[in-house]
């Protein structure tokens, strides 16, 4: 059951390339935030995001022996 769930929580990883891959969906200047444009501040964002991701399938893979 774990080694199942670590394979599928590796497939996070695949979200940020997707969300930051097609570059046409986020290559606008507005909404501006903080006086970054959308352009930087929507991958700024993925950031945070892609480290949780990170996280999650690191854990849901570790082995404590």
Do not use: E, K
């Not at 930051?20 to 991958?43: A, E, K, S, T």
């Amino acid at each position: 059951m774990n080694n199942r769930f670590g394979t599928a929580a590796c497939w996070l990883l695949v979200i940020p390339y997707i969300g930051l891959l097609w570059v046409p969906f986020y290559n606008r200047h507005d909404p501006v935030i903080l006086g970054f444009p959308f352009f930087y501040w929507y991958q700024l964002g993925w950031v945070p995001i892609t480290a949780l991701l990170t996280w999650v399938a690191y854990r849901s893979m570790r082995h404590d022996d």
